[in-house]
């Protein structure tokens, strides 16, 4: 149905392009690179289109346009001049569905695959002036861009593998093996007089055959339950048109209510907090004093307080307000917002990424950058030279995410929406059943792996979770799968022995990444939480520190985001990802202008 994808530069470079071999619209490579230019004067030359997506008359044919400027996406880096154009028949004058998805993808892949040659580029000494023009060879990119088409193609298709393999045996009611109902095997329980044979001690053991539950397609000596795999996908599975909330916009301008507020309206400014305040600081002539300041950032920092913002974590805040501001000459309330902004920015920003030092009151120690995506890329690479985005890494160490945290926080989920997360940009996530302890457990992941149609490994019940952890890397590695994403067993944050498990597993399996779940509303218990896991990784010989912080729940919290504010800032450890919803694509980074957006509008 795509006729082509081309990547090309707002200064007419093409990046990559690929045409069906199929093309029905223009033939020939030629033609289709004079109706992309077609496309450049009549559309990207001509105006400014509101939407991304235009119907092109060339050569009496209809076709479909659609495009991602790359100064709208959320991707960094040289992006920003890229455009990606697919071009596709005009069918029954109707939006083909999930290309939105489809241009996302190939932008963001595009993205890592070039910043990759271009770093390579740099170390190996060319010259800076001499990148701004440089295209990466294209056909290392082919195989990444096929894998991200076929799973296109696969949605569009709607036939997914895991309804293949869910609704088959409903396509047949009719035959005669779907009529004869496999009856439940018959128990022997031992009546307690005289001696257990180890045969009936063998029958009663529901964990027996685990040690060989490893293979690709997943363990099957699982009970499936088509049931609960029905209502987890009802549950769970977002639809082909849906759209993914991390690849959602953020606003990236907040509103304090500034708007039609002139100077000496005394009681339109009294009802309207921060506004009322700083639009007093009007001051062309004169640089701001710290008495000017006072007044404003105290109202400030009880409006922080109040969306849950622990006090030393608002003071820290103000701190930094009051240093931007201080000295400054404001003569229009634009100017008063924009440096308030600014200033709120660079606050908000160094307290979600501790890697750029912190503020004032917060963790001494400087923190890391949590990008998963690029973390599973960057490994992948390393491990199998310049080759292909999208081809096997059989043989390496996989990227390896350990998911720590108590009881009920929804570990299993927030590892499921990650995995999703990740299959949807072209990785390939093995799941590993390391809580050996809770009853159920096993069942749950399963659940989760056949709806995500992703391989599972596990060895039943009452098991060393740090040995399963262990054989289920060494199975990646042996399968091509690029990502393990380790599930462990909920505990309290007092419970010394399951901590020193706990440890002994991190420690043995050395992760890329560890991940601590907890709820959106923690408040003072998530700070318990986090400071004692933090301890038990890094103390009794461990030193392996938490990376990241997964907060669940997060939709249920409104405006009060203090409390992830204020986690991040007293411990230092970022916020990877936030849970917005039931489904697995709602999952979403913590971005600044969403924080200064839901903090002050």
Avoid at 93 to 122: E, I, P, W
Avoid at 361 to 375: E, I, P, W
Avoid at 561 to 582: K, M, S, Y
Wanted: contains cysteine; neutral net charge; proline residues 4%.
């Amino acid at each position: 149905m795509i006729d082509s994808v081309t990547i090309f530069t707002k200064g007419g470079t093409v990046l990559y392009h690929d045409q069906s071999a199929n093309s029905i619209i223009v033939g020939d490579k030629e033609n289709n690179l004079s109706m992309i230019n077609h496309f450049i004067s009549s559309i990207l030359l001509e105006n400014k289109p509101e939407s991304n997506r235009e119907v092109l008359s060339f050569n009496e044919q209809n076709v479909v346009a659609e495009w991602l400027d790359g100064s709208k996406s959320k991707v960094d880096g040289g992006c920003i001049h890229w455009i990606v154009l697919v071009l596709y028949p005009d069918v029954a004058l109707r939006k083909l569905s999930g290309v939105d998805a489809l241009l996302s993808s190939v932008m963001k892949r595009y993205a890592l695959f070039y910043d990759h040659h271009k770093q390579n580029q740099t170390e190996n000494g060319v010259d800076s002036t001499n990148l701004q023009l440089y295209v990466p060879p294209r056909a290392e990119f082919d195989t990444a861009y096929e894998s991200i088409l076929r799973r296109f193609q696969d949605q569009l298709s709607n036939v997914p593998h895991n309804k293949q393999q869910t609704q088959k045996p409903n396509s047949q009611k009719g035959s005669s093996n779907n009529l004869k109902k496999k009856g439940k095997e018959k128990t022997v329980w031992h009546d307690g007089k005289g001696k257990v044979t180890k045969e009936a001690l063998a029958s009663l053991d529901m964990s027996k055959d685990a040690q060989d539950s490893s293979t690709a397609s997943g363990p099957g000596e699982i009970r499936e339950d088509s049931r609960a795999i029905a209502e987890a996908h009802a549950t769970y599975m977002p639809s082909n048109d849906e759209k993914p909330a991390w690849e959602e916009e953020d606003e990236t301008d907040f509103d304090i209510q500034w708007g039609g507020v002139e100077v000496g309206e005394e009681e339109e400014e009294q009802a309207s907090g921060l506004r009322g305040f700083f639009s007093k600081l009007l001051t062309p002539n004169a640089p701001l004093t710290k008495a000017d300041l006072e007044p404003p950032l105290k109202q400030m920092k009880e409006l922080l307080t109040s969306k849950n913002v622990a006090v030393s974590t608002a003071q820290a805040i103000c701190d930094v307000v009051e240093r931007q501001l201080l000295g400054k000459k404001v003569g229009t309330l634009v100017g008063v917002k924009r440096a308030v902004r600014h200033a709120l920015e660079d606050a908000v920003e160094r307290i979600l990424r501790p890697e750029l030092g912190g503020i004032g009151g917060g963790s001494a120690k400087r923190g890391k950058s949590v990008d998963v995506l690029r973390g599973v890329v960057e490994k992948r690479e390393k491990g199998k030279g310049l080759l292909g985005l999208g081809s096997s890494n059989r043989g390496g160490r996989p990227f390896v995410i350990v998911m720590i945290g108590i009881n009920g926080v929804g570990k299993s989920t927030s590892l499921a929406k990650i995995a999703y997360y990740l299959q949807s940009n072209q990785c390939n996530p093995l799941l590993a059943a390391c809580d050996t302890f809770r009853s159920g457990a096993v069942e749950q992941l399963s659940v989760h792996a056949k709806c995500l149609s992703l391989p599972l490994y596990h060895q039943g019940y009452a098991k060393d979770p740090a040995s399963v952890a262990k054989a289920a890397i060494s199975k990646a590695a042996e399968h091509g799968n690029d990502v393990v994403m380790i599930d462990t067993a909920g505990r309290m944050q007092n419970n010394v022995p399951l901590m020193k498990a706990l440890a002994k597993l991190v420690t043995e399996t050395s992760p890329d990444l560890v991940l601590f779940v907890c709820e959106a509303l923690v408040g003072n218990d998530g700070m318990d939480q986090l400071s004692m896991f933090q301890k038990a990784l890094t103390t009794g010989g461990h030193t392996r520190p938490i990376d990241g912080i997964v907060l669940t729940k997060f939709d249920t919290v409104s405006d009060k985001v203090g409390a992830a504010l204020t986690l991040t800032h007293l411990t230092g450890v970022p916020i990877a990802f936030c849970g917005t919803g039931q489904k697995y694509n709602h999952l979403k980074p913590l971005s600044v202008p969403y924080v200064i957006q839901s903090l002050f509008s």
